[in-house]
């Protein structure tokens, strides 16, 4: 089964790895303890930076493309499903995958204050992420 590994440290992941269960794709969706690291053999460096998907070959998928193939994993006997395959299709392919790109490394190198701006706004915990 593919799993995407989020920073548990980070608020701003969190609720998205929330978000993107209640979307329930198909995908499994884990924290990236040290131990789930390990076992997926998941850069920690690379981590750092970029969310893994790893596909059940054992691929190692980072960033917008992640996100992309967890929505392709949504269930498609739903409207809702087939339209989350759609996006998550519309996200790999052009002209959306730089575009996409993009707002990934915007959003990522922004999470900590992402992550403090929404903790303040719905009490939640910040990022413990030092920003780069």
């Known amino acids: 089964m593919s799993v995407l590994l989020y920073d548990p440290d ?5 609720a998205s790895a929330n ?3 209640r979307l329930e794709p198909r995908a499994r969706i884990l ?16 981590f750092a930076h970029a969310l893994p998907f790893i596909n059940d070959a054992g691929q190692i998928i ?3 493309d992640a996100i ?4 392709r994993t949504c ?5 809702r499903g087939k339209c989350l395959r759609a996006a998550g299709v519309l996200l790999l392919n052009p002209p959306m995958r730089p575009v996409a790109h993009r707002a990934y490394r915007l959003v990522a190198g922004h999470r900590a204050q992402i ?6 706004l719905e ?4 990022c413990a992420v030092k920003p780069a």
């Open 75 to 79: 269930s498609d006997a739903t409207l």
């Open 19 to 21: 978000l993107l269960r």
């Open 31 to 46: 924290p990236g303890t040290p131990e789930n690291l390990v076992q997926y053999r998941v850069d920690a460096r690379r």
């Open 62 to 64: 980072y960033g917008s």
């Open 123 to 126: 009490r939640t915990s910040s």
């Open 68 to 71: 992309a193939l967890t929505l």
């Open 10 to 14: 980070c608020g701003f992941c969190t």
């Open 115 to 120: 992550s403090r701006l929404t903790s303040r």
